[in-house]
């Protein structure tokens, strides 16, 4: 698993530095990265994608999502030309209650935690700016769920 975990960490930051920079506020550097991203993550890693989404993020943004036993899930987020540093972090709903399970601890504009439920549960995802290039305090981020 830490292998598999590695690999696509690695995988993925090779292929960031691909994209190239845009001056406006267009989400077109976002759109380009992850349409790159699905054809890695689909042909290249084998997994499916079960979410993809794309927004704007100047702090933090969360969403939730049902995780099933039996998969080993990869959750990635990234962020454009302007983030320098941008963190996932997860969580399961136990009774109600929000139990971090996960997180990345790396400093780049791009994470990926990996997820092997022990059982069928709510999961909140929390995507957060930790940094930003210089002049910059928002950007767009890209989010992908997926499972092998």
């Not at 092997?116 to 930003?132: C, K, N, V």
Request: hydrophobic residues 35%; negative net charge; contains cysteine.
């Amino acid at each position: 698993m830490k292998r598999f975990y590695l690999s696509l960490l690695l995988a993925i930051s090779s292929l960031l530095p691909t994209f190239s920079r845009n001056s406006s506020t267009t989400m077109t550097s976002i759109i380009n990265k992850s349409s790159e991203l699905v054809k890695f993550v689909e042909n290249d890693m084998d997994m499916e994608i079960v979410r993809l989404e794309c927004d704007i993020l100047r702090t933090t943004k969360t969403t939730t999502r049902i995780l099933s036993k039996g998969w080993t899930y990869a959750i990635i987020a990234y962020g454009d030309y302007r983030f320098k540093d941008i963190d996932i972090k997860v969580y399961r709903n136990v009774q109600g209650s929000w139990q971090l399970v996960a997180k990345d601890n790396d400093s780049s504009a791009s994470s990926v935690v990996s997820i092997e439920p022990q059982s069928d549960g709510e999961y909140l995802i929390e995507i957060s700016a930790y940094s930003f290039e210089s002049g910059y305090d928002v950007g767009h981020y890209g989010l992908i769920i997926a499972h092998e």
